[in-house]
């Protein structure tokens, strides 16, 4: 069992009320390779802005509590040795279950999300008020989902054809009954590669922003989160498409929107599927040109910088930069 504090990390309580008092989101960056991980930090450190680690069940499960606690460890000595404190928080991502969270808890997470989104609402209340006893019992935060996100997470995942936008009013209810500490809502973004339906004119909408008004008004202070963000560049969809990939149709969020969420009430913002894609588009392309290689350093070490360039973007969109 690890003590997060131990570890050099932080719960999301002072971040989110930092967050909110000034008006930004805290960038959330789910990572699957080390590159991915030492490019995140590498973006942080320049940019002096905190970051939550998002870890998937999945991922936590491959790697195992001691693994993804010591890569959690690193990030923050890696901060600590460049004469800096940054705040980092490491995150279980949907979480789906109480033992999930409590395994996440004990292996050294100091935030986890327990995602009863797809339970009737009392379910999920109650599901949510049970992790959040026990995490806040260790001083961890939790995060709660309510309103039903198109799409998949990640493969070996369920997705939903249904899109349901959060209701603000059962939001503001469930907050005041469940003890979450941030929440979760839909306001028109999504899980997957299709992140927002476009109009019959093919323009996109906007997100519901009345929603993080209504939910501000009552619940002032609280913090919002925001999943299924990314952007995902076409000029990395392409890459894939000439690289041997086959990807069909994207839809991202666009930057502004983004930017505009975070002013409001929403104080971290999750992204994964521009990580990935950035990363996997970059590889292919890397290993298409050196076909002969057999040391996958080939292009790792290029990627790192490329993931990079792509998470100083994303603090810069958020605002997080220098809030550290």
Not at 40 to 49: F, G, L, Q, Y
Request: hydrophobic share 40%; charged share 25%; proline share 4%.
């Amino acid at each position: 069992m690890y003590n997060y504090e131990e570890l050099g990390l932080v719960n999301t309580k002072e971040m989110f009320d930092k967050a909110y008092r000034e008006g930004y989101a805290v960038p959330a960056l789910n990572f699957v390779t080390i590159e991915q991980l030492n490019g995140m930090i590498d973006a942080v450190i320049e940019k002096r802005s905190p970051v939550i680690l998002l870890v998937s069940p999945n991922l936590h499960r491959q790697l195992g509590h001691e693994m993804t606690a010591r890569l959690a460890q690193v990030a923050t000595d890696r901060i600590k040795n460049a004469g800096l404190n940054i705040p980092v928080a490491l995150h279980l991502d949907h979480g789906m279950t109480f033992e999930q969270c409590v395994a996440a808890i004990e292996g050294g997470f100091s935030s986890v999300m327990i995602d009863g989104s797809k339970l009737p609402f009392e379910e999920n209340i109650a599901l949510t008020k049970k992790v959040a006893e026990y995490a806040h019992a260790r001083n961890v935060t939790v995060e709660a989902e309510l309103g039903i996100l198109k799409g998949k997470e990640e493969e070996g995942t369920e997705g939903t054809n249904e899109s349901m936008y959060t209701d603000p009013v059962m939001a503001v209810d469930f907050i005041e009954r469940s003890g979450c500490d941030s929440l979760a809502i839909s306001i028109g973004t999504c899980h997957g590669l299709v992140k927002m339906v476009p109009r019959e004119d093919g323009t996109l909408p906007e997100l519901k922003y009345d929603i993080l008004q209504y939910i501000s008004d009552k619940k002032p202070g609280f913090p919002i989160v925001l999943h299924g963000c990314s952007n995902i560049s076409q000029t990395y969809v392409d890459m894939i498409n000439q690289h041997g990939g086959h990807i069909e149709k994207t839809v991202g969020i666009p930057d502004e929107q983004v930017r505009k969420a975070a002013g409001l009430a929403v104080c971290k913002i999750n992204i994964a599927t521009d990580g990935w894609i950035c990363g996997l588009a970059n590889t292919r392309r890397i290993l298409d040109e050196e076909p002969g290689a057999i040391d996958s350093r080939c292009f790792t070490l290029k990627i790192r910088p490329l993931m990079k360039e792509l998470y100083l973007h994303k603090i810069e969109i958020m605002g997080s930069g220098n809030r550290a």
